[in-house]
């Protein structure tokens, strides 16, 4: 079974950087498509960024420029580096997966997500 567990977050003041890690289990899972996703209260769920098996990456126009997916296959980790980070940043963030190498635009594995507080 494939499980993904996020890490990182936390509260950090207007300006800060934050890093999550979603470690993943699962033969081989890692190596396709990931990404992390936010969703905050009263708000609609929204992709943050995805790096396919390929590596390659998009990004919200909302994060890019401040936020960086990468994934390290040896640890069979995805991370989220984040910085400059704003109020609205405040999120609860979830670590997503599917078994393509390219992103198709569905997820079918989730983790339980990491809070992200940022305050102003």
């Known amino acids: 079974q494939v499980q993904l567990m996020e890490s990182g977050g936390g509260s950090v003041q207007a300006g800060g950087s934050l890093t999550l890690s979603c470690a993943a289990s699962?033969?081989?899972?890692?190596?396709?498509?990931m990404g992390w996703f936010r969703q905050s209260p009263g708000k609609e769920r929204e992709e943050v960024a995805t790096?396919?098996?390929?590596?390659?990456?998009t990004a919200a126009d909302s994060v890019r420029g401040r936020f960086t997916v990468s994934r390290d296959h040896a640890k069979n980790t995805l991370y989220l580096q984040m910085n400059s980070l704003k109020p609205e940043d405040t999120a609860m963030y979830y670590c997503?997966?599917?078994?393509?190498?390219?992103?198709?635009?569905?997820?079918?594995?989730w983790g339980q997500g990491t809070q992200v507080t940022v305050s102003s």
């Open positions: 997503a997966a599917d078994g393509y190498k390219f992103c198709r635009g569905r997820f079918d594995y």
């Open positions: 790096v396919t098996g390929y590596g390659f990456t």
């Open positions: 699962g033969l081989g899972f890692s190596t396709y498509c």
